[in-house]
């Protein structure tokens, strides 16, 4: 699994410009699945199961596409300006690397601060491709990047960009291909531009007009020194979300998972975000409601170039995922 | 399929009063009335149906000459930015709020007309002769200014009824002045389009409302039409005069005179890069000038469209214009024309097979 985690975080595919994640997974996935098709926001909709009398048509969401910035101005010297795709901060980028999808690598550069105890604000930031002119920049406006970092294996613990949500389309690949036998009509969707406003899923939700639908995603941690006061640490299994900023998660939801992990003895913990929400809120608003939930892979340092997860958690996930689809289900 | 026509449009007087008396027309956000009415006028004799839907978007359908046409919706949205009467206070005036984004500092002293009677109201200030110089490096809160109806007028409105800005529409050299230019410039190609519509494609031209307050008209129609494509048209911020300091102005969003603006990114939508890609081969193969507006914040129509259903691919084509939100916004003819080409032959040029190309 570690490989296909590598083979996913590496690739470049910001939100909006999802095709190079999305042929890597197609390729994986198309022989374990029964029907395949991308959507008009490039939605990778990915069916196994017929619906039995027992079953439900459950939709899972992860999102294929990661943060990233996009150019808005080449100057006359080479320097290129940007902006941001998706929840970038600032203080992640200075002396950062950067590779746009045509294949140019880039270092973030910044102008001279007065105050050295400052962090550079995204106007006073610029990538150096290594141009000596606008006219040698083989960057132009409107072209799409994203952080450049390799994976790093620390035995227990995974690093790399965009774990967020890289790790959840592994988890649900992995759960698809173990996925022998289910009673529901099971949609694995891997959707796109989660990091702009959950806008795939919000289509993709319609098209598949789920009975149950539960995200996969990253969450925060509270197990860093001096860090988010919150009850969710590496290493302690999946987390079951019950809210975010975003959705209060189906109570019936939240039970039937909790209670599948107990059942299977697989460690969870329970989740609360108090900032940031997930595909999981797109399913539950779509046509007269869905009741959702959310599984999710506590992550250290979202949304920097090393994003780190616990390899046991993501096993688990793979475990009471498929805990999950094995058996019917009757919400209460 | 090798066009080398050019476009069907010979710019004339008639465009020309059909755009002033657009931006002329006052149809603050809720209240589109006024640009409805020259809309149904204009387009009624040409389009094959026109319905007026619950949130009053004009929803305008011109047939294709083929068979299984691809279904394209373009929308412009006729409300503009302005303000809504709150209370009435002693002697005409009344308190009233900004509707849609204008900074405050623009509303000082400018004339305004209120009411569906078009009312002479002015959003007054006290003058310099009675202000003190610290006073005066303080712009004035909306709180704090009224809109003055000069008394007696001021019975003929009520709370709750609209006022936009006076400017009247004027022609300059090759540029146009008005106030309303966001976005009848994108109404004004639209009822063009129905005029002289590509003929391989079901156009379908959403006339939108509520626009400037969070894309709500937009939604609805896209959902009504459920259409394979949309194109959002729109006008955009040319913020590109010199900067004050003669460093070298990086964030200009679009330049006057570029030619049509074309959206990748904004903050409200993504669009879809096929369609970015074909808009940039019209261009460049019809000789259109074009210019990519720079990615960033903000947001048109499209944003609401493409999450309709199951999703809508989209782009943004916008009319650069100078000091938008403002009382007087400046565009260039030119851009306009150039605007309502690129749409014309993007759409003629449009097939279904571009959605079967890589992203």
Known sequence: ?332 | MEHTEPSPFEISNDQLDLLERLSNAVAVSGDEREVRAIVLEEIQPFADEVRVDALGNVLAVRHAQGENPLRVMLAAHMDEVGFILVEEEEGGWYRFEVVGGIDPRVLVGKPVLVGKEHLPGVIGTRPIHLTTPDERKNALTVEQLRIDLGNENGKKVKTGERAGFATRFRQAGPSLVGKALDDRLGVAALIELIKNPPPNVELQAAFTVQEEIGLRGAGVAAYAFNPDVAIAVDATPANDLPAWDGEENTRYNTRLGGGPAIYVADAATLSDPRLIRHLIRTAEEMGIPYQIRQPGGGGTDAGAIHKQREGIPVVSVSVPVRYAHTPALQARLLDWENTLSLLYHGLERLSPQLFSEDR
């Not at chain 1, 010297?77 to 002396?95: A, C, D, E, M």
């Not at chain 1, 950067?98 to 604000?121: D, P, T």
């Not at chain 1, 790093?152 to 960009?161: I, S, T």
Request: aromatic share 6%; net charge negative; proline share 5%.
């Open chain 1, 1 to 332: 699994m570690k490989a296909l985690i590598q083979k996913l975080v590496e690739t470049i595919a910001p939100s909006g410009y999802e095709m190079p994640v999305r042929e890597l997974i197609l390729g994986e996935v198309k022989d374990w699945a029964d029907e395949v098709r991308v959507d008009a926001l490039g939605n990778l909709v990915v069916r196994k199961g017929q619906k039995s009398p027992s079953g439900k048509r459950i939709m899972l969401a992860a999102h294929m596409d990661e943060i990233g910035l996009i150019a808005t101005h080449v100057d006359e010297n080479g320097f290129v300006r940007f902006s941001t795709i998706g929840g970038v901060r600032p203080h992640t980028l200075y002396g950062g690397r950067v590779r746009f999808l045509n294949g140019v690598a880039g270092v973030i550069g910044g102008e001279r601060l007065e105050n050295m105890e400052r962090v550079h604000s995204f106007d006073k930031l610029f990538i150096d491709v290594g141009a000596t002119s606008k006219e040698d920049c083989p960057v132009r406006v409107g072209d799409v990047a994203a952080f450049e970092r390799p994976f790093l294996d620390l035995g227990k613990r995974l690093v790399a960009k965009s774990m967020d949500d890289r790790i959840s389309v592994a988890v649900m690949m992995e759960t698809l291909r173990q996925l022998k036998n289910t009673p529901h009509e099971v949609y694995f969707v891997f959707s796109t531009q989660e990091e702009v406003g959950v806008r795939g899923a919000t289509t993709a939700a319609f098209g598949v007009d789920p009975e149950i639908g539960i995200a996969v995603d990253v969450t925060a941690t509270g197990d860093t020194p001096k860090g988010l006061k919150m009850a969710v640490a590496l290493g302690k299994g999946p987390a079951i979300k019950v809210k975010d900023s975003g959705m209060i998660a189906d109570p019936r939801v939240v039970r039937w998972m909790a209670d599948t992990a107990e059942q299977a003895g697989i460690p969870y913990q329970l989740e609360i975000l108090e900032g940031g929400s997930t595909d999981a809120r797109a399913m539950q608003l779509t046509r007269a409601g869905v009741p959702a939930g959310c599984l999710s892979i506590p992550c250290r340092y979202i949304h920097t170039p090393s994003e780190m997860v616990d390899f046991e958690d993501v096993q688990n996930a793979v475990g009471l995922l498929k805990a999950l689809l094995e058996s019917p289900v009757e919400l209460k």
